[in-house]
């Protein structure tokens, strides 16, 4: 319900806005609504629980909040209970000339009406946060516009049967539009593409002649030439078609884009009239390069959008890219240009996929040699002024439309949508929503377009922001207006006539936060003993001494004081449960940076956000603990050390134990003492290196000794493959010898005497090998 009130609300305010009665009757209109819709009653009621402390942040809630500035309105109470439904303010005494309560108004001026198509052409409104205004738009066609058609035709190779055709379509389609307009001009440019490599051959053989493949003699290519300004001579026409030369390229899309937004914004060079429908015929068989498809050609300067014809030739062309769908739609909408694509071949479905991304855009496919181009633009003609749209430009920020047609037949559809099959006896509504959801917006227009497409009239709609209230926050006894700080002021004095202040009873020194220190902190003034801040455009001053604002300390991930404090002469006041120059750590993070002992980084760093920060740069480690050229406690009191120790001191030394290191606590010792006792043991350290070396040495030993070993273990095989070959060789060498029986006789040979014993493994081998020889030649 609460939804379906609030709209009923707001929509009997604007029928009170021309109400001549004053404020008073407004606001008696507001109580009665707000009591017959139940406003204010339980937890419906947001104006009253949101403890708002301020007339601005009390209408910011929504547009039936109202604020009471009545001086002894709940004297004692809470400033937030200012804040209500108008019905419980007027119920709790608040009386309607103190109630602030911003109204929304529309305001539609009758006077110097110039527009006949689009009406009104000028609304102005005042909104309120969270409030809605509501008009009525009309559009209503013409019977017979004045017709400007501009033919804009693609001169490659491959268009030269469409462009013979057009040197008859002239008187065909100035007759046939005869019926439509009685003002009819037609105007004629052609383009190729961007004369720059890879898109046209460089060749020299080719530059000036792209059409060798047809055996034709082609003009040079060109981005963009304007031909024929627009003309109702239709025998001008016919001649500048006819002597038109078709051109070539390499790649199959063309430039038409290009050439369409110069056709589109060269207002004055094709001669756009501002009261003609403005029709842009573009016949082709190919695409088109789309933005960023010049940066093969090296080509990255973004299209600006204007008009660059210099001598009728487009003179940007190898500078700048193609144009965006987004901004060729843009400049076409701005210029009031419609569009028909008039394609032949199998492309049309390409051009027809952009219709949605070109408002205002037809395409129709034309047959062989362009014999439907008559009938296709006639065709195209009656749909475009059959078609009733709108659209908003130049959006207000923080403001928001919403437009619904009411077409002929009593069909309702969105804005952009719009109505269809309107004829020149009809008139199409729009009906017109204007929704405000906050105020903390600056700058910006202040203003917004609604511009039904293909019109040359517009509707310019005033936004005014009702955001503040007249008093400020708070209105004197007699109804003057005071600032808050002062209300409540002993020095504020009001007689029958006016309201002033008396200061002299105040000291400036009430104002400085100490006495060394300026009055207000040097940003505000003292009035009546308190300090009023200056208000700046960096954002906002305030304490009692005007100490505080929200803009000098630092910002941590885009928050001042990174939420979690407030700023206080440029330093960060955190809250409980945060610390650091931005107020960015939690107070509990410093419990990581406690070591074992209970000191916060070791005593050589400080914690920032649980993280221990060295300040000695000797010192390293997670808590700082590390440092290998820090002097220790140890070194730097071993003469005391030995005091723990008296026995076997002499005097001198216990003299000097007793002066100097009689301040030293118990505690200190002991601290001392581990630290000292806790040096690495030298005898530990002995042993290891002593072990260590023992082993290192031991396998060194048994290192060699295994290689010593693999040495004769090689030699002693050596030796037996020796004599295993050798027996082989024998054992060859007797059968050759036995191949055939020798007989001989010798004597008896003399006897040699030899010591066996004394012989070496490998000499009684050769010798028994050589007795084993002999007696197989004895046998054989």
């Known amino acids: 319900m609460c939804g379906s009130a609030l709209a009923f609300f707001t929509a009997a305010f604007v029928c009170l806005q021309n109400d001549r009665r004053g404020p008073a009757s407004f606001l008696w209109a507001a109580w009665v609504f707000s009591l017959v819709l139940g406003l204010g009653q339980g937890e419906d009621n947001r104006c009253a629980s949101s403890n708002a402390a301020s007339c601005a942040r009390c209408l910011a809630l929504g547009p039936e909040c109202g ?88 001169v490659s190779a491959s268009m030269h049967n469409n462009i013979e055709k057009l040197n008859s379509v002239g ?69 500048a078609v006819h002597r038109q030369k078709i051109s070539g390229n390499i790649d199959t899309p063309e430039g038409g884009f290009d050439a369409m937004l110069q056709a589109a914004v060269c207002e004055s060079h094709i001669g756009w ?20 498809d010049s940066k093969l050609a090296g080509i990255v300067v973004p299209n ?45 479905h390409w051009y027809k996929d952009l219709l949605p991304l070109l408002p205002g855009t037809i395409a129709g496919e034309i047959e062989s040699k362009a014999a439907n181009l ?51 006896n009809d008139e199409v509504l729009f009906n017109v929503t204007v929704t405000m959801k906050k105020c903390d917006v600056t700058g910006g227009k202040n203003y917004a377009i609604i511009k039904p497409i293909g019109f040359n009239e517009t509707a310019k709609i005033h936004i005014h922001r009702n955001c503040s209230c007249q008093c400020e926050d ?26 002033h202040f008396d200061e002299d009873q105040f000291s400036s020194e009430s104002c400085k936060s100490h006495k060394d220190q300026p009055v207000c902190s040097g940003r505000g003034v003292c009035v009546c003993g308190k300090c009023s801040c200056h208000k700046i455009k960096l954002g906002k001053v305030y304490g009692k001494y005007c100490e505080k604002d929200d803009f000098s300390c630092p910002y941590h991930h885009g928050n001042l004081c990174a939420g979690h404090g407030e700023c206080e002469a440029g330093r960060c006041q955190c809250f409980s449960g945060w610390e650091g120059d931005r107020c960015q750590c939690p107070s509990a993070a410093a419990q990581h940076c406690v070591n074992s002992k209970g000191q916060v980084c070791s005593g050589r760093g400080t914690c920032v956000c649980g993280r221990c920060e060295c300040t000695d740069p000797r010192s390293i480690g997670r808590f700082c603990e590390h440092c290998p050229t820090c002097y220790t406690a140890c070194k730097e009191n071993w003469n005391c050390m030995q005091c723990l120790h008296p026995h076997n001191l002499s005097q001198a030394i216990l003299d ?3 002066t100097s290191c009689a301040l030293m606590e118990q505690q200190h010792y002991v601290d001392q003492t ?21 082993l290192i040495g031991l396998l060194k030993v048994l290192i060699i000794r295994q290689v010593i070993l693999q040495w004769n273990s090689n030699k002693i095989k050596s030796s037996s493959d020796y004599r295993v070959s050798a027996s082989k060789k024998d054992k060859l060498i007797l059968q050759s010898v036995c191949t055939r029986a020798v007989t001989y006789r010798r004597e008896k040979p003399e006897e040699i005497k030899m010591d066996i014993s004394k012989l070496n493994a490998h000499e009684t081998f050769r010798i028994s090998l050589y007795m084993s020889q002999m007696t197989g030649l004895i046998k054989c």
């Open 171 to 239: 008187n065909d389609l100035s007759r046939k539009m005869a019926f439509f307009s009685r003002d009819f001009r037609l105007g004629f440019g052609s383009y190729v593409d961007k004369t720059v490599s890879p898109y046209i051959s460089i060749h020299p053989e080719r530059i000036h002649n792209q059409c060798s493949d047809y055996n034709l003699d082609c003009m040079p290519p060109h981005g963009y030439i304007h031909v024929l300004s627009l003309t109702e001579n239709i025998t001008e026409f016919e001649r």
């Open 674 to 694: 581990s630290e000292c006792f806790s040096s690495p043991s030298y005898l530990r350290i002995f042993f290891i290196i002593f072990i260590v070396t023992f």
């Open 67 to 154: 604020w009471c500035v009545q001086e002894d309105f709940i004297s004692g109470g809470s400033r937030s209970e200012r804040c209500d439904i108008v019905s419980n303010l007027i119920s709790k005494g608040c009386s309607v000339d103190s109630i602030e309560y911003p109204s929304v108004h529309v305001k539609i001026p009758t006077e110097n009406e110039i527009n006949t198509q689009v009406t009104p052409g000028e609304v102005s409104i005042q909104l309120r946060p969270g409030a809605e205004a509501n008009f009525m738009l009309k559009v209503h066609p013409l019977k017979k516009y004045p017709v400007d058609l501009y033919y804009l035709v693609d």
């Open 656 to 658: 000097q134990c007793k």
């Open 273 to 292: 009239r501002k009261e003609a429908k403005r029709l842009l015929l573009v016949m082709t068989d190919q695409t088109s390069h789309l933005a960023l």
């Open 374 to 424: 008559n009938n296709l633009v006639v065709e195209a003609y009656q749909k475009l002024i059959s078609e009733v749209k709108v659209q908003v430009e130049n959006q207000v920020q923080g403001v928001y439309f919403n437009i619904t047609a009411i077409c002929p037949d009593g069909s309702r559809k969105p804005g952009m949508e719009g109505c269809r099959n309107v004829t020149s």
């Open 304 to 348: 600006d959008g204007n008009c660059h014809l210099k001598n009728n030739v487009y003179v940007k062309s190898t500078t700048m890219e193609h144009p965006s769908l987004g901004q060729l739609s843009e400049k076409l909408i701005d210029n009031n240009i419609n569009v028909i694509f008039a394609v032949q071949g199998k492309q049309f």
């Open 474 to 499: 708070n209105r004197g006894p007699k109804g003057k207006c005071v600032d808050e700080t002062f209300l409540d002021s002993k020095c504020f004095q009001c007689d029958e006539n006016k309201c």
